[in-house]
């Protein structure tokens, strides 16, 4: 582990606070040489110098450049954390949708291109895509989120197997409930579904690095989302039956 991310350069997006925060700090307290990214350039800079890193502010879709100088010209480690919780049904309007296609998705497409040919040509390189456990279950009362995020793992999933025989790892961080604005964000559904087991991003941060220990994919903050998701390849009527129930149980508390 300590080779793996000692001397590294890596960099986290939407790295100003939540579980973006805490991957940066727990990377340089490994010993990594972070670069820290956010829309909020304060709230980037302030983490930066709480860890001896470097602010890189700005749309994590095209900060790889200037992320690379920043680090001497090499990255290491692509952490592809930030994200959008877009919420509402198929109604949603058009620029919600638009838009937690172009930050859930295509940032990490972007950032990819961008990553892989010096990658491939050296034969190693870590992408480190925060999903969601939406993207492998779903997420009531939120559909570009949910149908988003499944995209994001569908390409973290489609880089590994491609890639992992040319020295590429790429790990895909799943959690539930994590105590973030985000989740403050989430309202009613998220008081129902996320809360109750909701964990510290500093617990996300600690499954991450157990997870590049072990050479692992998928990363589960919460174990037992494992156990939903064999349920839901297993018995796909009996899984959606049960969503069903919390969508009517969430249904009346509204």
Known sequence: MVEAVQGAGVVVTGAGGGIGAALARRFAAAGARVVVNDLDAGKAKAVADEIGGT?????????????????????????????VAAGGSEAAEEAVWALAWDVNVMAHVRAAQALLPEWLERGSGRFVSTVSAAGLLTMIGAAPYSVTKHGAHAFAEWLSLTYRHRGIKVHAICPQGVRTDMLAGTG??????????????????????????EDRFLILPHPEVAGYYRHRAADPERWLTTMNHIQQKWEATR
């Open 55 to 83: 602010a890189v502010p700005g749309d994590a879709s095209g900060i790889v450049d200037a992320a690379r100088d920043a680090l001497g010209g090499v990255v290491d480690v692509y952490c592809a954390n930030a994200g």
């Open 188 to 213: 009613s559904a998220g008081d129902l579904v996320l809360t109750p087991t909701a964990i510290e991003p500093e617990a996300v941060a600690d499954a991450l690095f157990a997870g590049i220990e």
